[in-house]
């Protein structure tokens, strides 16, 4: 069937075009994130671009600034082994044809339409739209850790120099009973379950705090065309180990530590790693000049929710030039101005 695209009313819609450095994408699968009765949503829009337009008010919440969009062309859902059904999508018959079992309507037009309302509510909100669009998918992983492991991963995830990306239900430990290969699994093994959000609203909590800090981030080097190898490169920063200036990057190290001072945020940051299974002691560098006072803890993830983080502008002062931090757990250290995010120098 052939669509005049100029018979839909997109009421002036336009691409956002938001900078990469304050951008956070979260990978959904259309139908995965609304399909569980946990959802609330009717049965009809269930599974649904309805359905996801329905959630944008949860997406707010999260921060998250665009989606991306598990396949969405159409495809063939028994393009899979003996009675499974195809859930990931990536065997497109009808490329740029919107997948109809994704729309709620049964009109001709009514895929194409309810794809497009979806597009210009998500824009209305401020989130962008990716489609992902490729032809070799490896598996992903999606492994359920513990709380802390989930934690550690999302603060090196979200200061890290690229553009962060998680997949839907990650902010709630959503572990697919351990399977990172469900591309066939159309059922809640795959769909979001919504009664997660209350069952670990303080990883939801934690995850909401490092995307509001993370999109505040500086974009200078955006402005200069500064590649992703360049930035770190721009940025004053130093290696350590548990002893200041002696980085130890041996094969058997387990822990590791880095200081950065971004002097366009007139800000200091010292990240401590340690993915060893007990505490360790990290000698700290004097505050530069331009930083204010002493160091303050913003990030501890061995500490117990809600104090394993707080507002950038709340951060605990830490005495003393020592600072222990827990097994398997990343510190965040901040000085200097009481920023609301930070950037990249």
């Not at 159309?186 to 379950?193: A, K, L, P």
């Amino acid at each position: 069937m052939v669509t005049d695209s100029h018979a839909y009313d997109w009421e002036g819609d336009l691409p956002l075009k938001r900078p990469w450095s304050r951008t956070i994408i979260y990978e959904v699968n259309v139908r995965g994130f609304t399909a569980h009765p946990s959802s609330g949503l009717a049965e009809s829009i269930r599974g649904t671009y309805a359905g996801l337009i329905e959630k944008i008010p949860y997406l707010r919440q999260l921060g998250i600034t665009a989606v991306e969009l598990l396949p969405v062309f159409q495809f063939d859902p028994q393009d899979a082994s003996r009675g499974r059904t195809k859930y990931w999508g990536y065997s497109p018959v009808s490329f740029f044809a919107p997948h109809h079992a994704y729309s709620s309507r049964q009109d001709p037009l009514g895929a194409v339409d309810e794809f497009r309302d979806m597009v210009k509510a998500l824009h209305r909100s401020g989130i962008e739209v990716i489609l992902d669009v490729v032809f070799n998918h490896t598996a992903e992983g999606g492994q359920t850790l513990r709380n802390r492991q989930v934690e550690n991963f999302f603060t090196a995830t979200m200061l890290s120099v690229g553009v962060p990306m998680f997949v839907m239900g990650d902010e709630v430990r959503r572990g697919q009973r351990g399977n990172n290969n469900a591309y066939c699994q159309d059922n809640d093994t795959s769909w979001f379950d919504w009664r997660l959000l209350s069952k670990h609203a303080g990883l939801f909590r934690f995850v909401k705090l490092l995307i509001g800090l993370r999109v505040m981030r500086d974009v200078e080097h955006e402005r200069r065309r500064m590649s992703l190898s360049q930035v770190p490169r721009d940025v004053k920063h130093a290696w350590h180990g548990v002893k200041l200036n002696q980085p130890d990057w041996s094969t058997f190290s387990h822990s590791i530590a880095v200081g950065v001072d971004l002097k366009n945020e007139g800000l200091q940051m010292y990240i401590i790693l340690n993915p060893y299974w007990e505490a360790l002691d990290f000698e700290l560098p004097i505050v530069s000049e331009n930083g204010a006072g002493n160091w303050r803890r913003w990030i501890d993830t061995a500490l117990d929710p809600p104090h394993e983080s707080c507002e950038w502008n709340e951060a605990v002062p830490v005495p003393g030039g020592t600072y222990r931090a827990g097994a398997r757990s990343v510190v965040v250290l901040i000085a200097g101005e009481e920023r609301r995010g930070f950037g990249n120098g």
